[in-house]
Nanobody
Framework: QVQLVESGGGLVQAGGSLRLSCAAS????????MGWFRQAPGKEREFVAHSSWISTYYADSVKGRFTVSRDNAKNTVYLQMNSLKPEDTAVYYC????????????????WGQGTQVTVSS
């Protein structure tokens, strides 16, 4: 069983930055492929970024603005978000990628509780 706890969300003006953290339990965190997703009110959960020892990739909507990194010694994955836009407003989730396509939420297990990001215009 893996437990994930996100933090770092908040209210920021457009153009600002936030860094989200996702702390994971488990002794083999370095082997986990991790993903970040977001969900805005009334919308489906959408892929944001993926990190594994093989590669890192991003949704087109955040490419060049968001960066995912990880500190395996701290069992933590981060999402640095720069040049934030009002359309980035959502609850952000991290999850462990266990099977299938890395961009589909159905490929992930062990979700965190989410952290709210609100970007004002």
């Amino acid at each position: 069983q893996v437990q994930l706890v996100e933090s770092g969300g908040g209210l920021v003006q457009a153009g600002g930055s936030l860094r989200l953290s996702c702390a994971a339990s488990g002794r083999t965190f370095s082997s986990y492929a991790m993903g970040w997703f977001r969900q805005a009110p009334g919308k489906e959960r959408e892929f944001v970024a993926h990190s594994s020892w093989i590669s890192t990739y991003y949704a087109d909507s955040v490419k060049g603005r968001f960066t995912v990194s990880r500190d395996n010694a701290k069992n933590t994955v981060y999402l640095q978000m720069n040049s934030l836009k009002p359309e980035d407003t959502a609850v952000y989730y991290c999850a462990v990628h266990t099977q299938g396509s890395g961009v589909s939420p159905h490929s992930y297990d062990y979700w965190g509780q989410g952290t709210q990001v609100t970007v004002s215009s």
